[in-house]
């Protein structure tokens, strides 16, 4: 079973939205600091969004403010992206990822560092066509 599994990708217009789900498995699962990232091909992983599941603190890519909401189901150990007002450069397959660290500080300073992240999900791609 995979340690993060994400769903809800897809293809839609310009301007349109899609809400992505990243579940966590496992026993005694504390999710501490989760993020989402994407990635096009030739291009390095974006970090777009960060939630410090503890308080719900949240922080974002300039390239995503305001367009992109995170937030979780601490119950459900599930974390979500709502996009919306998606353009075409949105496009690309799109990552959850728990942090190496799950203290509030590390979440804060490093939320959007790809290199801050040890589990990945296997991603779900994001194609928005004009």
């Known amino acids: 079973q995979e340690p993060l599994l994400e769903s809800g990708g897809g293809s839609v217009q310009v301007g349109g939205s899609l809400r992505l789900a990243c579940a966590a498995s496992?026993?005694?699962?504390?999710?501490?600091?989760m993020a989402w990232f994407r990635q096009t091909p030739g291009k390095e992983r974006e970090g777009l969004a960060t939630?410090?599941?503890?308080?719900?603190?949240?922080t974002y890519a300039d390239s995503v403010k305001a367009r992109f909401t995170i937030s979780q189901d601490s119950a459900e150990k599930m974390v979500y992206l709502q996009m919306n007002s998606l353009k075409p450069e949105d496009s690309a397959m799109y990552y959850c990822?728990?942090?190496?660290?799950?203290?509030?500080?590390?979440?804060?300073?490093?939320?959007?560092?790809?290199?801050?992240?040890?589990?990945w999900g296997q991603g779900t791609q994001v194609t928005v066509s004009s």
């Open positions: 990822a728990q942090a190496k660290y799950g203290n509030a500080g590390y979440c804060r300073h490093r939320g959007l560092d790809p290199m801050a992240f040890k589990t």
């Open positions: 496992g026993d005694n699962y504390r999710l501490g600091c």
């Open positions: 939630i410090y599941t503890d308080t719900g603190l949240e």
